[in-house]
């Protein structure tokens, strides 16, 4: 199947794929980790549905569709380049990128976690190696290669998957019901449609999104009194 990576394909099989990777099935930990958001809920900066809808959509806006989206979208192009050089370039340039020692160690423990993933499930790529340090980044690029997802595809299941886990901490850590959690998981669709658009057409420039409170909360959370999550 021949794929156009910077549409939507109407396509039963890459939506199953899309799927696969957004799981919180996916057997690679995510789960473990908030991400700085259980410092800002421990601090009372999340403390509800609105308050946590703003985090998300902040850090959509102005990390992931800065740094984690484009950066992804460059290791899809090398994957179907077969430019080994520039696969590693990105995947060290978000290991450089990473602000504090749990998002470093996120990153890393993740990739280690998929790169198991792709090597039981035969998903590996002919052309591209991966580092000896793979990034989350790079093994899920190599993920959505293996399963014939389209860019956006590939950045919606991302950010998607990024953005139910937010939830998820919320629901556990504020702890915010239910019915909440649904409308924050609703609320949000067509913005990050739209930060996945303005991800795949910026420079290479204008890649290096920081979002220093949410560093400065992950370093806060290493000395946290009481934690339920890794990051």
Known sequence: MTIDPNTMIDDSEQILSLLYLSSPALPIGAFAYSQGLEHAIDTERVTDLTSLTLWCRDCVKFGLSRLDLPVLSRLYDAIGERGQSKFEYWNAFIFASRESNELYEEELQLGNSLKRLLTTQNMQSDFIMLPDKPSFLCCFALASHALKLSRKLMLLSFVW????????????????????????LLSLRSDLVAFIDEAINIGDDQIGGSLPGQALLSALHETQYSRLFRS
Do not use: H, M, Y
């Open 161 to 184: 998957s990024w953005f139910e886990n937010q939830v998820a901490v919320s629901c556990k850590a504020i702890p915010l019901g239910q019915t909440d959690a649904q409308r924050a």
